[in-house]
């Protein structure tokens, strides 16, 4: 079974930094294209990074996904927070076909 597991959220102020991490099997990290995905408070799950260079409008700048293939690994650089980056985030296949993990939760606030 494909896991996915997500570590590195915590409570941060505006302005301030964060690295997630995600560690994935060697199949599903070997094989396909990785995304970060995050889900803010009564909203719906949308991809933030992806491996092959996509960010979202709201996080280019300031966010920053690389991979370490000897761990397995995706990470998320995070510049510059702000409260509305406050929201559970996931990593996936960048179509989303894995099985999902429990996310890690990041709140930006003062």
């Known amino acids: 079974q494909v896991q996915l597991v997500e570590s590195g959220g915590g409570l941060v102020q505006p302005g301030g930094s964060l690295r997630l991490s995600c560690a994935a099997s060697?199949?599903?990290?070997?094989?396909?294209?990785m995304g970060w995905f995050r889900q803010g408070p009564g909203k719906q799950r949308d991809l933030v990074a992806t491996?092959?260079?996509y960010y979202a409008d709201a996080v280019k700048g300031r966010f920053t996904i690389s991979r370490d293939s000897a761990k397995n690994t995706v990470y998320l650089q995070m510049n510059s927070l702000k409260p509305e980056d406050t929201a559970v985030y996931y990593c996936?296949?960048?179509?989303?076909?894995?099985?999902w993990g429990q996310g890690t939760q990041v709140t930006v606030s003062s």
């Open positions: 491996t092959s260079g």
């Open positions: 060697r199949f599903i990290f070997s094989s396909y294209t």
């Open positions: 996936n296949t960048a179509s989303g076909t894995g099985n």
